[in-house]
């Protein structure tokens, strides 16, 4: 169970970390806000591919989270994320 925690946390880092490269502008987030952002991304592109008859989904992600679909996923997820983000907080001129 801890090894499936860390391994959340190590891929969150990695996810979270290649959505904010690719993703233009600055985002003020931390390493912490960078791990949850990888791992709710994860789950959100599990659910998008769910909810278009995808196979996977989120039990996909679970199962299987090193593969690069998985993580190619996860990235398009925090990527979504990433954008209602910034439009939240997106300060007014």
């Known amino acids: 169970m801890i090894w ?12 979270g970390g290649l959505a904010r490269l690719i993703m233009p502008g600055k985002q003020d987030m931390g390493l912490v806000a ?20 995808g196979d996977g989904g989120i039990k996909g992600i679970m199962q299987n989270p090193w593969s690069f679909g998985t993580i190619a996923l996860a990235v398009v997820g925090a990527l979504i994320l990433i954008f209602i983000f910034g439009f939240i907080t997106k300060k007014k001129a």
């Open 4 to 15: 499936a925690v860390i391994s959340w946390i190590i891929i969150g880092a990695i996810i």
């Open 34 to 53: 960078t791990i949850l952002l990888g791992v709710v991304g994860a789950i959100v592109g599990g659910f998008i591919v769910g909810l278009l008859g």
